[in-house]
């Protein structure tokens, strides 16, 4: 018999989560109170978790809350401010106070300041209904440690990371949800179907966006954290329903080395003991040590870890419900709820224990970081594209959120080779307070203790974002020092009554062209280099530039004129007028190698068997960095859609939460559909799992690269017996989890277009590896023979990877093509230094046709 746990009034409800000793104000109202139902036996909409903690903050004077944004979807995102009523009265003292205790030794005396994060992950519920009980307990409590806590500190107070996600999996939670409940693990309301409430809007997990601050939900609360820098920030997690619960300390192979041991062998294992006794109170069990790395700055758990404080991971069993069973006994939602709520009050206890280590910690940490910084050979990194203002901007942007001094470049300087302009290029100190945040972003790293990680092994942002840059190990000359977000501001334009042109380097030319194409005008992109003369001076212009003829349009000029004007503000990029088509080198404007370009009609494949990471990055994509609509179609209607519609169809990689066999489901009658499909001229563009699928398919000539037979029979006849528990970690070393390496791109192609050097980093996240094109001209892009940048690779995968492995094919078949990529062009919304090869793809590839090649060519 399985027995659902119900709640009779305040006491029984109150007994069940706190103690039998605590003492509540009662003209503050509990959460069953004001709810109309006990906490664990619904799951709370967002909106009414708004509304309560507002209504504490009406009835408290320990209270506020402030608006700090909104999510995707318009949900307002709030702040929780708790203290004592003589806190409230001085927080701007408390916290210049605060953020300067960090490099004085004054200060000590004043309160500390913490923040608790629930629910990044919309279906890990439990977080955020605890933290509903930790503000009304810390509202209510009249007990003489509450009082001493609100005294001693301000603790700051996000209830949900991730409110789209968390409504999406509680409408599904309660629409689902049995009476009495239903503890079968195959029942429909423990199994969500794709995406799930996992993700943001977007399908992006929100625990990999601190570092790189793609979504508004991570601006944010970014902000919100520099404002405040908390000693101790806490991320509340869900896991695997036969699991326990975790607290830190974590794997001790897989916390960073940036960070001072300090924190992991000490300040983590003070805070363990004040969890190991929250937990042995209530009689929950748990683990530690296991599981979990603190490797990437982009976790809510590891963020403030770089800003000398510590971020605390809690992952709990997850119900994935109101009731599931498990190995043991079924756990209630209101289970998971009291082992959340018991860690934050323990964090808060542990918080204000510590108080004195805490200090210690930081004030050593960037002690001893500035020494570091100053012993560092390299004094700073110089870095901008001249080319690409938009790019770099982007990149000095994502530099300020995380408070990192940047200055602009006072002379023009060549470093490496590479040239760096006045007002086009940046320099970034290394001797600076967050030296170690700035490591993170430059610093290349290729040795690691372990071999299995739990996420990505390099995030290197500015390989990501694919900015020119250089070490600088002489005395820094630094410019002016940049505050403000950089927005470029085009120069006004002139209007001709002849063409209109648009360097493709610039990250948001394809902006400006769909949106030309989208309003009628007629663009066409030049296959070949030339030199124009521009405002009285000569002026190159590459592979890829945007041509739109005045007189060759269905609009009038006035018309041309007003939409480009509209245009280049919009996108923030140049338009350059010209008079004539008679150019000072390279080709003409009205050459056969000016090609006109055709709008693109976009349909992407999702719903099972789709990664939905993968294919909520292109749509973000298109939607942000592009403003044009996608239509995105589930695999399993696929086969009732008119494709002629579309000219362009999208299928990302396989797999993720929801795998259901990739994209195995389609049939052959829809396969066949979608070969005449490309035959009759269609653009199929492919990346990791989808490439591979669409090559066993036979829907393009292109090949995988597979272990061959022989090697095969060679590995199999010589394995080594192997210790059972070593199965995870030499399994797990054979994958590529996320790393960067070095592609050689054809920068003559049209899937190279905009690029100016042969040499990309690319992120790669899998196992896809290509053969070099039969046609020697198909191979658009290809791996170096050493092409490890940064990242753990095994050796027997780099060997691979490193011989004659193609990245990029483009696969000509009947009228149309295939584009397959083996990586992610769009990895996290943060590869600005390889969307555009995806652009490329969908904006140029109607017009990919392959070179004729017999296989003798050479051959006299």
């Known amino acids: 018999m399985v027995l659902c746990l119900h709640f009779d009034g305040l006491k029984a409800q109150n007994a069940y989560f706190f103690s ?8 503050i109202p509990t959460p069953e109170q004001f709810l109309g139902y006990a906490v664990g036996t619904h799951h709370t909409r967002y909106d009414m978790m708004i509304a309560y903690l507002k209504e504490l903050d009406r009835l408290s004077d320990r209270f506020t809350t402030e608006y700090i944004g909104k999510s995707h979807e318009n949900r307002p995102q709030i702040l929780v401010t708790i203290t004592s009523p003589a806190n409230h009265g001085r927080l701007e003292e408390i916290r210049k106070a605060h953020l300067a205790r960090a490099a004085q030794n004054t200060g000590d005396e004043m309160p500390m300041v913490m923040h608790l994060g629930y629910n990044v992950h919309g279906n890990e519920p439990s977080g955020g209904e605890a933290a509903l009980l930790t503000a009304y307990y810390l509202a209510a409590s009249e007990s003489e440690e509450t009082l001493n806590w609100l005294n001693g500190m301000v603790i700051t107070l996000d209830p949900v990371l991730n409110p789209d996600g968390r409504d999406r999996h509680t409408h599904w939670a309660n629409m689902h949800k049995g009476s009495p409940f239903v503890a079968d693990p195959l029942d429909r309301e423990h199994n969500e179907v794709w995406p799930g409430g ?34 101790v920030q806490t991320d509340h997690h869900e896991m695997g329903t036969n699991s326990s619960f975790y607290f830190d300390p974590g794997m001790t192979a897989s916390n960073n080395p940036l960070i001072p041991k300090n924190l992991y062998e000490n300040v983590h294992i003070r805070f363990a003991k004040y969890f190991e006794k929250g937990m042995n109170e209530i009689g929950s069990m748990y683990y530690t040590k296991e599981s979990f790395d603190k490797l990437y700055p982009g976790y809510g758990s590891s963020y403030a870890n770089f800003y000398g404080g510590m971020g605390l991971l809690f992952e709990q ?35 204000i224990g510590e108080k004195t280590e805490l200090i210690k910690h930081r004030r050593d940490f960037y002690r001893t970081s500035l020494e570091n910084a100053r012993k560092s050979p390299i004094k700073g990194y110089i870095f901008g594209d001249a080319q690409d203002e938009n790019r770099t901007n982007a990149f000095v942007n994502m530099l300020l959120s995380h408070e990192i001094e940047c200055f602009e470049v006072e002379n023009e300087q060549t470093i490496d080779g590479k040239k760096f302009e006045k007002g086009k290029s940046y320099l970034v100190p290394t001797e600076q307070l967050n030296y170690i945040m700035v490591q993170s972003v430059f610093e290349k790293n290729t040795k690691f203790m372990d071999s299995v990680f739990y996420d990505a092994s390099t995030w290197t942002l500015v390989h990501a974002f694919g900015i020119p840059h250089a070490e600088v190990k002489t005395p820094l000359t630094k410019g002016k020092q940049v505050i403000a977000e950089k927005i470029k501001m085009p120069v006004a334009l002139e209007k001709s009554n002849y063409a209109y042109l648009i360097d493709w380097q610039d990250y ?8 030309l194409e ?8 030049a296959f070949k280099p030339f030199a124009a003369l521009v405002g009285g001076k000569e002026r190159k212009y590459g592979y890829g530039t945007l041509v739109i003829p005045v007189q060759q349009q269905k609009i009038s000029a006035d018309s041309l004129f007003n939409l480009l004007q509209k245009v280049s503000k919009a996108a923030m990029i140049e338009v350059q007028t010209v008079s004539t088509g008679y150019n000072l080198a390279g080709i003409d404007l009205g050459s056969n190698n000016v090609r006109t370009l055709k709008k693109p009609e976009v349909l992407m494949v ?3 068997g789709v990664n939905m990471y993968e294919a909520g990055e292109v749509w973000h994509l298109l939607d942000h960095r592009i403003g044009m609509p996608m239509t995105k179609v589930e695999m399993s209607n696929l086969g009732r859609v008119n494709l002629a519609r579309y000219n362009t169809i999208v299928m990302v990689g396989a797999g993720g939460a929801f795998m259901g066999g990739g994209y195995n489901p389609i049939d052959e009658n829809t396969r066949n559909r979608l070969k005449m499909w490309i035959m009759s001229g269609g653009t199929l563009i492919t990346t990791k799992g989808a490439t591979e699928w669409v090559i066993r398919q036979g829907l393009t000539k292109e090949k995988l690269k597979e272990e061959k037979k022989e090697e095969k029979d060679k590995k199999e006849s010589n394995i080594t017996r192997l210790d059972f528990e070593k199965a995870n970690s030499t399994e797990g070393a054979k994958g590529i989890n996320g790393s960067i390496f070095e592609i050689d791109l054809d920068l003559t192609h049209p899937l190279g277009f905009g690029y100016t050097n042969r040499k990309l980093s690319a992120y790669k996240n899998g196992t896809t590896m290509l053969e070099p094109s039969a046609n020697p001209y198909n191979t658009i892009a290809q791996y ?17 990877l490193g011989s004659n492995t193609a990245a990029i094919l ?43 090649f017999d296989g003798n060519e050479g051959n006299d």
């Open 20 to 27: 039998k000793t605590d003492k509540f104000n009662t003209n």
């Open 198 to 231: 996992r993700t943001n809007h977007y399908w992006f997990d929100l625990n990999r966006d601190w570092f790189l601050g793609i979504h508004p939900e991570s601006r944010n609360r970014m902000k919100i954290f520099h404002k405040w820098r908390p000693y």
């Open 317 to 351: 069993a997850s119900s994935r419900g109101h009731l599931q069973e498990t190995t043991t006994i079924p756990i209630t939602f209101a289970f998971t709820i009291r082992n959340q709520l018991a860690m934050s009050l323990a964090t808060i206890r542990a918080t």
């Open 508 to 515: 948001y030319a394809p902006k400006a062209l769909y949106h």
């Open 518 to 525: 989208n309003e009628g005008a007629i663009v066409q992109t």
């Open 606 to 608: 999702v719903g099972a």
């Open 784 to 800: 170096t023979a050493n092409p490890l940048v940064s990242g753990y690779i095994s050796k027997e995968n780099l060997k691979k």
């Open 810 to 852: 483009v696969s000509s078949e009947g009228a149309g093509r295939v584009i397959l990529f083996a990586d992610n062009p769009n990895f996290r919304g943060t590869w600005y230094g390889t969307n555009k090869l995806f652009f490329n793809a969908l904006f140029l590839g109607s017009l990919i046709s392959a070179p004729s």
